[in-house]
């Protein structure tokens, strides 16, 4: 792997090591519309970086918004290898507390109304998604986590609600009654459009709240601590995980 996509939520990583992004000098359009945002690419030695923010330019695209086949198109347009997606998350499930790092091998999909594939009558398309992330991905993530000695829990299920609202307390415990540990809004249709494509993929999630009726109400600007905070460790197992590659 020389060319890894990551998809982020919101804006760049800073990553460490000498990465320098720039706008990529290409167009933003694919056969399935307009990307959320002109990509960002880097490049230390061999290895290539392709960052897409997908709620675009400062975050204007609610989860619900977003165009999701485009930015999966556009890295495959690019020939990334794999992509690692950064999610931030509510905690279901005691073990995802704030500030976790998560690796989740499941999912379960309660979003709706989403372009959520390749497809068309004149190209009908199944692909196996028994095991929605890629299993050699998520195993050089973890080495590098150790590598990194970042705490990365290994495994962990992803419920993906609509959105962009936060979900009811009942919700949460039908959510948890369906075996999700985590909550978030962004995780399909990504991850099944880049299984369709051919695109190996990966989550790494940070917990960045409980889930609704786990505290008290939501706390808005305790999220955006938690996040600011947690993103410093993301960058940093991601900046360890690219190091890898050049070994």
Known sequence: MSRVGIMVGSGAL????GFAFAPYSGARQTPFGQASTTPQVARRGEV???????????HRFAPHEIN?????????????DGVIAINTVGGIAPSASN???????QLIDYSWGRAHSFAAESDLRHVDFSDPYDGPLRADLLRAAGRADIVLQDGGVYGCTQGPRFETAAEIVR???????LVGMTG?????LAREIG???ASVCLVVNPAAGRAQAID????????????????????????????
Do not use: W
């Open 14 to 17: 800073q990553l460490g090591g």
């Open 48 to 58: 290539e970086v392709v960052m897409l923010a997908r709620h675009g330019d400062d």
């Open 68 to 80: 999701y086949r485009a930015n999966v198109h556009l890295l495959a347009e690019l020939d990334v």
């Open 99 to 105: 500030g976790k790092l998560v690796l989740p091998d």
């Open 175 to 181: 959510l948890e009654r369906d075996g999700c540990t």
């Open 188 to 192: 399909m249709p990504e991850a099944g």
């Open 199 to 201: 695109l190996p993929y």
């Open 220 to 247: 808005l600007a305790e999220i955006s601590e938690i996040a600011a905070t947690g993103m410093t460790r993301v960058a940093r197992l991601l900046d360890v995980f690219l190091q890898g590659l050049e070994i």
